[in-house]
Structures are given as C-alpha cells and as structure tokens.
C-alpha cells in the first residue's frame, strides 16, 4: 500500500510538470488573443480561483508574517517579469528565447548560496553555472557566432523583455533561498497568485492596453490555461507530500527540453540547431548543479515555471 501511494504522489508531481512546460506555450498563445498584461491578468485569475476551489481558501494567520510580506513581493515580482516577458516579446521565436533565460534560476540559486557564504560545495558547480550561461548565449545568438557584439545587438532589440527575464530568473532564485527559512513548511500559494492577479488587474488599468474582446475560442483557452498552470500548483502541492522527490528533482530540470518541445509544436515554431543546443546546454549545466549539491542544498519546493 505505501509503495501504491509513493507512486500515486510521484504521477501527480510528473503531470506538474509536463502541465508546467505547457506554461510558455500558453502565455505566449493568451498575450497573442488578448494583450500581454490583460491576457495575463485573466489568466491568473482563473488560476486564483482554481486554486481556491481546489485548495481552499487559505487564513492568513497560517502563515508567518515574514513569509507572506517577503514572499508574496518575490512571488508576485517573479510572476509578472515572466508573463510579460513572454507576452511582450517581438515574436514567438524571441519568446522562446525569454522562457530558456527563466531557466537560468537552478544555477542562479545555488550561485547565491555560495556567494551568500551559507554552504559549501563542490568545484563542479562553477563551471555547471558557466554551461547554462553559455546555453542562454546559443540560443539567443542563433546560427551566429557567440560574441558579446551579437548578443547586444540582440539584447537591443527589446531590451524590456530581456531585462525582464533575466529579472525573473534571479528573484525565483532569491524566492527559493528565502522562502525555505521563512515558510515554516506552509505554502501560501493560493494567496500569491491572487495577489499576483490584483497586481496584474492595476497595472492594465493604468496601460494603455486595448479593452479586452471575446471569442469563444479565445476564452476556452484561456480557460484552459488558467487551469492547466492552477493544476501544475494543486498537484506539485501533493507530489512533495510523499512521492519520490529525487526521480521529481531530476525530471524537474528537464523541464527547459519538455517546454521547448510542447511550445515549438503548440505555437508552430521551428527551432534552429543552435537553439536547441543551448536548451541542452541550459539542462545539463543545472543538472549537474543540482546532483553535485543535492545532498547539502535542499531543492526548493515551488515549482519551475516555465
């Protein structure tokens, strides 16, 4: 009975996680129908929502102060740079390029905690950071030659969104640092997307964003997508629980190939040879982060995101 229900909570973290590489894909396709900060406001709405019919409506005084305050400003934060960054970007492709740089957090999180002094680990970990780098290089450089001039030239083209993602990879890493202190074990993460919701509701307010228009096409997915991130939460939100958190941890940094695969075929891009090159850079240099320093740093139990 105990291995039937390890394994039950360990599908529920795998279907997180293909639902979370679902996630570019679908904030690209919802910022395309509607607008990058409209689209994305509905979206966590929906997700809030789902959350709390699924989840319950959370008591504020479950939760310590300090993890609410602090945690809610990282996750929020975090939220917004993503979605806009997708949503934003000049073109599918340079959206894809935006979701690859988000995935620079595994390796940015552990290069705080050895800047922060808190841990020791291997060697290995400095040269698995510069591989994920150099991945986010390769994919924005395309069929050019990596050069600092070819990746400003690029940077130039939308610096907001760039900055943005960049942005968004280092506050998730901070998110995970901190919140382990904080959390206490609790998850607030029902209030957080809702307060990500409100933000998102006041910053269309105050842009000159077009009013939203509906279609039936375009609400069922966006219905769809509401759901499918609220779902990713709901289920990791069990899989830590008791399921295999080692095989979850590993399949997690997977997630920058999963999402590329499920976003190319969704929104009908097709990749250069180069691109995904750097996807496999970006995977490798975080998995060998993460096994060289599973045993001293414990992975962060939010999920990925895309």
Same mark, same amino acid.
């Given at each position: 009975?105990?291995?039937?229900?390890?394994?039950?909570?360990?599908?529920?973290?795998?279907?997180?996680? *293909? *639902?979370?590489? !679902?996630?570019?894909?679908?904030? +690209?396709?919802?910022?395309?129908?509607?607008?990058?900060?409209?689209?994305?406001?509905? %979206?966590?709405?929906?997700?809030?929502?789902?959350?709390?019919?699924? #989840?319950?409506?959370?008591?504020?005084?479950?939760?310590?102060?300090?993890?609410?305050?602090?945690?809610?400003?990282?996750?929020?934060?975090?939220?917004? !740079?993503?979605?806009?960054?997708?949503?934003?970007?000049?073109?599918?492709?340079?959206?894809?390029?935006?979701?690859?740089?988000?995935?620079?957090?595994?390796?940015?999180?552990?290069?705080?905690?050895?800047?922060? $002094? +808190?841990?020791?680990?291997?060697?290995?970990?400095?040269?698995?950071?510069?591989?994920?780098?150099?991945?986010?290089?390769?994919?924005?450089?395309?069929?050019?030659?990596?050069?600092?001039?070819?990746? %400003?030239?690029?940077?130039?083209?939308?610096?907001?969104?760039?900055? %943005?993602?960049?942005?968004?990879?280092?506050?998730?890493?901070?998110?995970?640092?901190?919140?382990?202190?904080?959390?206490?074990?609790?998850?607030?993460?029902?209030?957080?997307?809702?307060?990500?919701?409100?933000? @998102?509701?006041?910053?269309?307010?105050? &842009?000159?964003?077009?009013?939203?228009?509906?279609? #039936?096409?375009?609400?069922?997915?966006?219905?769809?997508?509401?759901?499918?991130?609220?779902?990713?939460?709901?289920?990791?939100?069990?899989?830590?629980? $008791? $399921?295999? @958190?080692?095989?979850?941890?590993? %399949? &997690?940094?997977?997630?920058?190939?999963? &999402?590329?695969?499920?976003?190319?075929?969704?929104?009908?891009?097709?990749?250069?040879?180069?691109?995904?090159?750097?996807?496999?850079?970006?995977?490798?240099?975080?998995?060998?982060?993460?096994?060289?320093? +599973?045993?001293?740093?414990?992975?962060?139990?939010?999920?990925?995101?895309?």
């Amino acid at each position: 009975m105990e291995f039937v229900t390890k394994n039950k909570y360990t599908l529920f973290g795998v279907a997180a996680i *293909l *639902l979370w590489s !679902c996630l570019v894909a679908l904030i +690209r396709d919802v910022s395309e129908l509607f607008s990058p900060i409209g689209g994305a406001a509905m %979206m966590y709405s929906i997700s809030a929502l789902f959350l709390i019919l699924v #989840m319950g409506l959370p008591k504020l005084n479950d939760f310590p102060p300090r993890y609410l305050i602090i945690g809610a400003i990282l996750f929020v934060s975090y939220e917004v !740079c993503l979605a806009l960054s997708l949503g934003m970007a000049n073109t599918r492709h340079q959206a894809m390029e935006m979701a690859v740089i988000n995935y620079l957090w595994p390796a940015i999180t552990i290069l705080l905690t050895v800047f922060s $002094g +808190r841990k020791k680990v291997s060697l290995w970990v400095y040269p698995s950071v510069l591989i994920a780098f150099v991945g986010v290089a390769w994919c924005i450089t395309g069929d050019n030659d990596v050069s600092v001039a070819v990746l %400003m030239n690029n940077f130039s083209d939308n610096p907001i969104t760039y900055l %943005m993602a960049f942005s968004a990879a280092f506050i998730w890493a901070v998110y995970c640092i901190l919140t382990q202190k904080l959390s206490n074990g609790k998850n607030a993460i029902t209030l957080f997307f809702t307060a990500t919701a409100i933000t @998102l509701w006041v910053q269309y307010a105050f &842009s000159d964003e077009p009013p939203l228009t509906f279609s #039936m096409s375009s609400t069922v997915t966006l219905l769809i997508a509401g759901i499918v991130i609220g779902s990713g939460y709901a289920l990791w939100n069990k899989a830590i629980i $008791g $399921g295999n @958190l080692m095989l979850l941890g590993t %399949m &997690s940094y997977f997630t920058p190939v999963f &999402s590329t695969i499920i976003s190319s075929f969704y929104l009908s891009i097709t990749l250069s040879k180069s691109f995904w090159q750097g996807v496999f850079l970006v995977t490798l240099g975080s998995l060998i982060c993460y096994f060289v320093t +599973r045993e001293k740093t414990k992975k962060c139990k939010e999920p990925l995101l895309t």
